[in-house]
C-alpha cells in the first residue's frame, strides 16, 4: 500500500510539475508583453562525428498566445538522400499545461518540398498540421535528424521572430570529429552566457528575453540580436570533400565542384542562340537576347537553397524540362551566355525585402538565393535575376539589391556588392490635369516610376480590372468614392519605368457650402502613413531605401475665385526635403509638390524628431482651399 501511495504522489508531482511548467500562468508579464508566442524551452545539441556526419537534436516548447503566433512553431523537417529523420513528434499542452494530444512521426503530413514537380524528387517535408481549437496552447515539437552535409551548420540565433519572447534558449556543440570548428559572433551577444564543457564541447544559453515588437523603419532582426556562426574548416557538400579557409578557396571549390560541367547544352538550342545572336553587334545586346529567350522559355519552381542542394541541375535538363529554381535557371543562363563568349559569374545571396548581407569576415557557407553577375570594363556590372519572366533586363529590384554576394569564379570567390539604389533613382512622378463639376473630380492621371518605386508597380501590369480598382481605391484611401473610368500602362523595360495612364471620378470630393466650395490640393500622392510613436524604441532606426516623388496638379477653375491666400511651403530636415508651392496660370491652379526621404541609418533616440518631420508633410498635404461659385 506504501508503495501504491509513493507510486501516485510521485506521478501525482510529475503531473503538477508539468502543468506548472507548462501553464500561462507561470508566465511572467514581460513575456507576454507584445508577444504572440514565448519559447518556454529550446533545446538544441550539435553533435559533430566526422568531416561527413552532424546529428541535430532539437526540443523546442513553445506557447502560442494568439492566431498570429502559430507561424512562430516551425513544427516541420525536410529530409533528402543526404539528410535523415530519426525522430519526430509532437504533444500539445492546454492553457492549464495539461497534454491533450500527442503526434508520432507517422501522424505528420509528408509531402514534396516543392510541390508536383519532379525535378527534386528526393527533397520532401513532414510538418504538422494542426489548428488548436483555442488560444493559448503549449506545442512541444521534438526532432532528430542525421546529415551528410556538413558545410551547413545551423547558426545560434535565439530570435527568429518579431513578437516572440525567449524564457530560455540553449544550443549545445559537441564537436567529436577532430576538425577545427570556427566561430563568429556578432557584436550583440549581452546576456548571452557560453559554457565551455571541454575543449571541443560548448554551449551557449539565453533567457528571459522580451519579444521584439515590428517597428517602423526597423532592419532585419539578424542585423541587431544575437547571432554566432560556425564552419568546419574540412567539410562535405553534395558528396563533395571540401577546405574552407578563405572566400577565394572556398568560392573556388564551389565552382569545381558544384558547378564544373554542368554547363552542356543540346545542339538544337545551341543553334537557336547562334540564330537569335548572329546579327546583335554589342555584348550587351546579345545578353540581353538571351536573357529574354530565358524568360520566354522557361518557368520558375520554388526551391530554397538549401533544400534542392546546393548544387543546380545541369543545363541540359533545365533546357528539357524547361524549369527550374534559382540554382537551375541562374546557370543555365550562365551556359547560355558563355555559348556567345559572354562570361557570367554564378552569385549566392541572402535575398529578401529587408538587407541582409553575407558575412565578409567570416567564410562559410550562407545565402539563400542565387543571381547573375555579367561583369563589364568601362561601365557598371549587368546583374539578372534569372528566376522571373517579367522583371526586366539588368534590374534586381527590391529582393537583393545594395548587398554582399559571393560571386563563384574560375579563379576562385569574391564578396561583390549589388547595385544600390540612390534617392533619385527609386523616382516617382504624379501628375495630373482635374477638373471640378459641383462636387465631383474629374482627373487624368500619369504615374511614372523608376528603381524600388517601379519595383512596386510593375505588377500592375498583370492585374485584371477588379484588382486594378481594389489598388487604386486602397493606394488613393483619401477618395472615398473613386472609380477608375480607364487605364492604360506602359512598361518600359529597357529604360526601367512603369508608366500608368488613369482616367478617375470621385463624386464626392469637394465639399460646398451654399456658394463656397472647399477643395484638398492633394489629390494623388497625399502622405497617410500615421507613424507610431513610441515611449522607448527597442530596434535601430534605418531608411534603407530613400526616393524621391515629384507631383504636380493642374485644376482647372473655370467658374471658380479662389478666396484663400497662397502660401509657400519649404521643409528642410536631415531626414528629407519637402516643398509645396503654388501658381496662379490663367484660369489654373498649379500645385507642385516635392519629397525627398534620405537613405541613412540614424539614432534611435532621434526617432521621434522623424515623426514630428512626417507630422509637419501631413498636415501641409491636407491643405485646403476655399474657392467662391461664380
Not at 65 to 78: I, M, P, Q, S, V
Not at 418 to 430: A, F, L, M, R
Request: charged content about 25%; proline content about 3%; hydrophobic content about 35%.
Amino acid at each position: 500500500m506504501k508503495k501504491i501511495v509513493l507510486l501516485f504522489l510521485c506521478t501525482f508531482s510529475i503531473s503538477i510539475f508539468s502543468q506548472q511548467d507548462y501553464s500561462i500562468s507561470n508566465l511572467n508579464s514581460n513575456l507576454l508583453e507584445q508577444s504572440n508566442s514565448v519559447v518556454l524551452k529550446n533545446d538544441t545539441k550539435i553533435v559533430i562525428d566526422s568531416y561527413n556526419s552532424i546529428t541535430i537534436t532539437e526540443n523546442k516548447i513553445v506557447t502560442i498566445l494568439n492566431k498570429r503566433g502559430l507561424k512562430d512553431l516551425d513544427a516541420f523537417a525536410f529530409y533528402d538522400k543526404s539528410r535523415k529523420i530519426k525522430d519526430l513528434e509532437a504533444k500539445v499542452y492546454n492553457v492549464l499545461g495539461s497534454e491533450i494530444k500527442k503526434f508520432k512521426e507517422r501522424d505528420f503530413m509528408d509531402v514534396s518540398a516543392v510541390g508536383s514537380v519532379n525535378l527534386y524528387s528526393d527533397n520532401r517535408v513532414k510538418y504538422l498540421d494542426f489548428t488548436p481549437a483555442s488560444y493559448p496552447v503549449t506545442i512541444q515539437v521534438e526532432k532528430k535528424l542525421k546529415t551528410k552535409n556538413t558545410a551547413f551548420i545551423q547558426d545560434f540565433r535565439p530570435y527568429k521572430n518579431y513578437y516572440q519572447s525567449i524564457k530560455e534558449f540553449n544550443y549545445e556543440v559537441e564537436n567529436n570529429s577532430g576538425i577545427e570548428l570556427r566561430t563568429f559572433e556578432n557584436d550583440f551577444m549581452d546576456g548571452v552566457e557560453l559554457e565551455h564543457i571541454s575543449p571541443s564541447h560548448f554551449k551557449y544559453t539565453v533567457s528571459n528575453l522580451p519579444s521584439i515588437p515590428r517597428e517602423v523603419y526597423s532592419p532585419s532582426l539578424e542585423v541587431f540580436t544575437p547571432k554566432v556562426m560556425f564552419a568546419l574548416r574540412t567539410f562535405e557538400l553534395e558528396g563533395e570533400k571540401g577546405q574552407l579557409d578563405t572566400w577565394k578557396d572556398f568560392g573556388l571549390w564551389q565552382y569545381n565542384n558544384l558547378l564544373e560541367g554542368l554547363d552542356e547544352l543540346p545542339e538544337s538550342t545551341v543553334s537557336e542562340i547562334m540564330s537569335i545572336t548572329q546579327n546583335l553587334e554589342t555584348k550587351i545586346e546579345k545578353a540581353k537576347a538571351i536573357y529574354q529567350y530565358v524568360q520566354d522559355n522557361t518557368r520558375y519552381i520554388s526551391v530554397q537553397i538549401g533544400l534542392g542542394g546546393w548544387k543546380p541541375i545541369s543545363a541540359e535538363e533545365v533546357d528539357d524540362k524547361k524549369y527550374g529554381d534559382c540554382k537551375g535557371l541562374t546557370n543555365y543562363t550562365k551556359a547560355l551566355l558563355n555559348l556567345v563568349d559572354i562570361q557570367a559569374n554564378y552569385c549566392v545571396v541572402q535575398a529578401g525585402s529587408e538587407i541582409e548581407d553575407i558575412s565578409k569576415e567570416f567564410p562559410s557557407l550562407q545565402g539563400n538565393h542565387v543571381i547573375l553577375n555579367i561583369p563589364q570594363e568601362s561601365e557598371d556590372d549587368i546583374w539578372l535575376e534569372c528566376t522571373s519572366q517579367n522583371i526586366p533586363f539588368n534590374f534586381l529590384g527590391t529582393f537583393t539589391d545594395n548587398r554582399n554576394v559571393l560571386a563563384l569564379k574560375p579563379t576562385g570567390g569574391e564578396i561583390m556588392r549589388t547595385p544600390v539604389y540612390s534617392e533619385s533613382d527609386n523616382y516617382q512622378k504624379t501628375s495630373a490635369e482635374i477638373d471640378i463639376i459641383d462636387k465631383t473630380l474629374k482627373a487624368s492621371v500619369e504615374i511614372l516610376t523608376k528603381g524600388s518605386q517601379y519595383n512596386n508597380r510593375y505588377s500592375l501590369d498583370n492585374y485584371d480590372s477588379k484588382e486594378i480598382n481594389s489598388h487604386y481605391q486602397s493606394y488613393w484611401k483619401n477618395l472615398k468614392e473613386l472609380t477608375v473610368q480607364n487605364h492604360l500602362f506602359l512598361n518600359n523595360k529597357d529604360e526601367v519605368t512603369f508608366i500608368e495612364n488613369l482616367q478617375v471620378e470621385d463624386e464626392n470630393y469637394a465639399k460646398i457650402y451654399g456658394n463656397d466650395l472647399i477643395l484638398d490640393i492633394n489629390p494623388f500622392n497625399k502622405f497617410q502613413v500615421n507613424l507610431p510613436r513610441y515611449n522607448s524604441r527597442k530596434s535601430p532606426f534605418v531608411v534603407e531605401r530613400g526616393f524621391i516623388d515629384e507631383d504636380e496638379f493642374v485644376f482647372n477653375l473655370e467658374g471658380l475665385s479662389l478666396e484663400t491666400e497662397l502660401n509657400d511651403v519649404k521643409l528642410d530636415s536631415e531626414y528629407g526635403t519637402y516643398t509645396l508651392d503654388f501658381e496662379l496660370q490663367d484660369n489654373k491652379l498649379v500645385v507642385k509638390r516635392y519629397l525627398k526621404l534620405n537613405k541613412n541609418k540614424y539614432e534611435k533616440a532621434d526617432y521621434g524628431k522623424f515623426v514630428d518631420f512626417f507630422s509637419a508633410i501631413a498636415k501641409y498635404d491636407n491643405t485646403k482651399l476655399s474657392l467662391k461659385l461664380i
